[in-house]
């Protein structure tokens, strides 16, 4: 089984948001179709129904933050030197054609918001980076659009992750 990176932080979230599902959301559920099926006639009643589909979906969303729990490796990135482009670096890039500049961070599956800047490990964009330095040009080809970046900058910043998962 392949191991998924997560960050202390992201795994203190992952717990976080099962342990909420497991304690808050499923008994307010449970209690919404004891209040539902008390109503009378379970064959015509919408809120009964609705708090029975409520019940899968949350149980699936335990299912699922449970398998990533499973598949989860929690790795220090400020352990790493940041010489190159790895697990937790921060890094600075410009389009070599457009002058463009953007920035990325790249972290585990789970804590990943790419409209944030952070940016999953296994995605398509991080592949092409990891592992490139500073100064190095990066020929990127996503969805048959070929763009070249200069890598600027390369760094630990443990603030944007901390900011960024907290707002995932």
Excluded at 19 to 32: A, H, R, S, T
Excluded at 51 to 78: C, G, H, W, Y
């Amino acid at each position: 089984m392949k191991r998924e990176p997560i960050t202390h932080i992201g795994y203190k979230k992952l717990m976080k948001d099962l342990q909420f599902l497991k304690e808050v959301e499923i008994p307010e559920n449970i209690e919404d179709i004891k209040i539902s099926a008390s109503y009378g006639d379970l064959t015509e009643n919408a809120e009964y129904e609705a708090a029975k589909e409520r019940q899968e979906f949350l149980q699936m969303k335990v299912d699922l933050l449970e398998k990533i729990n499973s598949e989860i490796t929690i790795i220090d990135p400020s352990k790493n030197t940041h010489s190159v482009v790895s697990f937790g670096s921060t890094f600075e890039i410009e389009n070599i054609e457009t002058g463009e500049e953007l920035k990325y961070t790249i972290v585990g599956g789970y804590e990943a918001n790419p409209s944030n800047g952070t940016i999953s490990y296994n995605s398509p964009i991080s592949k092409f980076f990891l592992g490139k330095e500073e100064d190095d040009e990066v020929v990127v080809n996503i969805a048959n659009q070929v763009s070249t970046y200069e890598i600027q900058e390369i760094y630990f910043d443990q603030n944007i992750i901390l900011n960024n998962i907290g707002q995932k």
